[in-house]
């Protein structure tokens, strides 16, 4: 029996609450998850986890086993990670958990020019939803956040910003025309997030410190499509059913193909700063400084929406008031 594997089985079984999730995460069978973990109880001579037909439960001899092993597994990673610092080649496997949005929009397109600058790395990408803050089981961890500052103890670098924005295919607009005002979106089909209860839409830039127009906050009437899946926002965008609030970096390729048209370029909703997060750790692998870096280096690395500024359409800032002269 590989004992550390065994180890991490049944710490990963734990994390996503089943075997079979577990199984999907490490690409194992559901059986060779279920006999990993059975054969370390075997080992052990004490019962791990308690299964019912509704949830995994540990004992309490699981409970401790499961602080020891996770410290054994970081010290294990550390040790391989200072081995690997003084590679001259990075290699070795990377694990990364990202937004599903952002992982197909963004990282799968740039993965092949990675893989050609380091094929000795191998990545395993878990997309189970929004992350909001790093997760120990993994390398690097992409983080969307709005207002609220980063908190807890992980070390992040800055990829770029990415407003939401308003937009819509050319063919609903030509039949439905263009709103110039936000007060326009009444009059039109909106298809926005289950969770929203209110939205804001203000003039200025984002690298205003305060912004110099406008501010309107509407509450949605019942949208025609109401979702938290945002692939499935933008799918219904790209066909016609109305106007979408979207985050650049999922419509850039749609803005650049003329598949969808920025509505209200003179007004922001919000901004999501994206970072490349890791856990705090003595050593960082090769590996991770070496995907990092390259995010880094793809993104931009600043306060800025590089995904509006590729296609040409900036959030722009709104013009100057006359002042009266005596």
């Not at 749609?254 to 856990?279: I, K, N, Q, S």
Request: glycine share 6%; proline share 6%; with cysteine.
């Amino acid at each position: 029996m590989d004992r550390l594997h065994s180890m991490r089985v049944f710490c990963r079984v734990i994390d996503s609450g089943s075997f079979a999730a577990a199984a999907r995460e490490m690409n194992l069978s559901p059986a060779v998850v279920t006999r990993l973990v059975a054969d370390l109880e075997e080992h052990l001579g004490a019962r791990l986890i308690n299964r019912t037909t509704r949830r995994l439960a540990l004992t309490d001899i699981g409970e401790a086993y499961l602080d020891r092993t996770r410290q054994i597994l970081t010290e294990v990673d550390e040790a391989e990670a200072l081995a690997s610092t003084a590679s001259s080649e990075p290699r070795g496997h990377l694990r990364i958990l990202a937004p599903p949005a952002f992982a197909v929009h963004q990282l799968a397109k740039r993965l092949p020019k990675f893989h050609k600058q380091h094929a000795k790395i191998t990545i395993e990408l878990s997309t189970p939803g929004p992350v909001e803050t790093v997760d120990e089981n993994f390398d690097v961890s992409i983080l969307s956040i709005g207002r609220r500052p980063l908190d807890g103890d992980f070390v992040a670098r800055r990829l770029a910003r990415s407003e939401v924005i308003t937009c819509a295919s050319p063919e609903y607009l030509q039949r439905n025309g263009r709103p110039e005002h936000p007060n326009d979106l009444v009059l039109h089909e909106a298809m926005l997030p289950t969770f929203l209860r209110e939205i804001t839409f203000s003039q200025g830039h984002w690298g205003d410190d305060e912004p110099s127009g406008e501010s309107v906050t509407l509450v949605p009437h019942r949208p025609v499509l109401g979702t938290t899946h945002t692939d499935m926002l933008y799918a219904a965008a790209l066909h016609g059913l109305g106007i979408a609030g979207l985050p650049s970096f999922v419509v850039e390729d749609a803005l650049l193909e003329h598949a969808l048209e920025r509505v209200l370029p003179d007004w922001h909703v919000m901004a999501l700063t994206v970072y490349a997060a890791m856990p705090t750790r003595k050593h960082v692998p090769a590996r991770t400084r070496a995907f990092v870096d390259f995010l880094i280096e793809e993104f931009g690395g600043e306060d800025r929406d590089p995904w509006l500024l590729a296609a040409g359409c900036e959030t722009r800032r709104p013009a100057a008031r006359a002042t009266a002269t005596a």
